[in-house]
């Protein structure tokens, strides 16, 4: 092991907020409770609905300490991810309140790593490890602005050509890069970094998605007498789940059948709005659910769904609910043709998967999950084995660890 490090961590998102932010606050833990010094600068949490809870109204700053390690908010433009153009606002008002508020952070650093999307916060973590004259590390959690892009996000413009080039020069500035998944690894290399610079380091799973309990979800929703198949996450513009509207369409002589969207999205409403004209009884939406829960929701139901846009970015992508889903040891039914996150599900035990244009392929495979015909309780037995042998978030923690400590 190489001696202990002073870490400063720049991410825009960060717990009490929702969704993958669990990844570097985990490795952070992970980082401070192997002995070294570690502060984190993000923004005051706000995300996904744009709530600022009310401790930190008001404030342009902010300083707590919290399992070891010291986190910096500093002031960010509240919004939802309901409103993607006044998020992109939120992203400029934290590079500049951070920037600024970072003169409040005393002492050295060894390592600035900075967690990318958004786009900012390799600027802000570039220029502090110019003025700290610290080792400087990239994360790289999503492809920007290629990722906005695809999903068509964001359209092809002179904005997006200098935004690439921007990061492609952040990228290239980076002591080291560290990418989610082996697909981001792959287009780093292509756009010129060397391949001693870039290492994969995946976002695994917390030991809370490993437990075999679903703490009375069923009763509590009145599911105990349903085939439950629930998506949980971001409804989004990345996840074509009018697909699994169109298969529930197509179960509804299958009563005992029922489908759960728990999150929140830019794409709610219009979900809502297809169950709503074709008048389904099986369907329903639960909206945000907190961290603690989701393990046991995962754990309570007979299938768990996820879906994205296919578009050639998603070949190199994997969800970080994907772990989850396959630690709960549930069948997954995943929406591409091939890639990344296929090909792990078939190392773990075998992959159910349509094409996301077929919504009769979908309804095809929960039919014959329900009827024994393809055995999910095996298939989700396989999957636990496979996460908690290889991707426990403390393995990859620990990669992690030692690459920062070269």
């Known amino acids: 092991m190489g001696k202990n490090m002073k870490i400063l961590i720049i991410t825009q998102h960060f717990p009490p907020e929702r969704g993958a932010v669990r990844r570097l606050a985990e490795f952070a833990r992970f980082f401070a409770l192997k002995g070294n010094e570690v502060s984190v600068l993000t923004a005051i949490p706000n995300y996904p609905d744009g709530i600022v809870p009310e401790e930190y109204r008001g404030k342009f700053f902010s300083h707590e300490r919290s399992d070891g390690i010291d986190i910096y908010r500093s002031y960010v433009l509240p919004a939802s991810n309901r409103h993607p153009g006044k998020r992109m606002i939120g992203f400029i008002t934290f590079l500049f309140s951070a920037l600024i508020n970072s003169f409040r952070i005393k002492g050295d650093f060894d390592i600035i790593l900075a967690s990318s999307p958004p786009v900012t916060t390799p600027v802000i973590g570039w220029i502090l490890s110019k003025i700290r004259r610290a080792r400087y590390i ?60 870039v290492t994969t380091i995946k976002s695994g799973v917390g030991s809370e998605f490993l437990i075999d309990d679903s703490n009375g979800i069923r009763k509590k929703f009145g599911w105990e007498n349903k085939f439950l198949v629930l998506y949980a996450g971001t409804l989004g513009w990345a996840h074509t789940l009018e697909t699994v509207i169109e298969a529930a369409r197509q179960l509804v002589d299958q009563p005992d059948i029922y489908f759960v969207f728990a999150g929140d999205g830019q794409k709610r409403q219009a979900l809502e709005g297809m169950v709503r004209d074709y008048g389904l009884k099986n369907c329903c939406f639960i909206g945000l659910q907190s961290l603690e829960t989701i393990p046991y929701f995962l754990r309570a139901s007979d299938v768990l769904v996820e879906s994205l846009k296919e578009v050639p970015i998603t070949k190199g992508t994997f969800p970080c609910k994907l772990f989850e889903y396959m630690a709960s040891g549930r069948p997954v039914i995943f929406g591409s043709r091939g890639g990344e996150a296929v090909q792990e599900l078939e190392k773990a035990g075998g992959a159910l998967w349509f094409p996301t244009d077929q919504p009769e392929k979908l309804s095809e495979i929960i039919l014959k999950l329900k009827q024994g015909k393809i055995d999910g309780n095996r298939l989700g037995k396989q999957y636990h084995e496979h996460i908690k042998n290889h991707h426990r978030r403390e393995l990859w923690a620990d990669r992690y660890l030692k690459i920062i400590q070269q």
């Open 138 to 197: 990239l994360e790289i959690r999503d492809l920007q602005p290629e990722s906005s892009e695809e999903f068509g996000n964001l359209r092809h413009s002179l904005f997006t050509r200098l935004l690439k080039k921007m990061m492609h020069s952040l990228y290239r500035k980076a002591t080291r890069s560290v990418s989610a998944t082996d697909g981001i690894t792959k287009n780093l290399i292509k756009a010129g970094i060397p391949s001693d610079k």
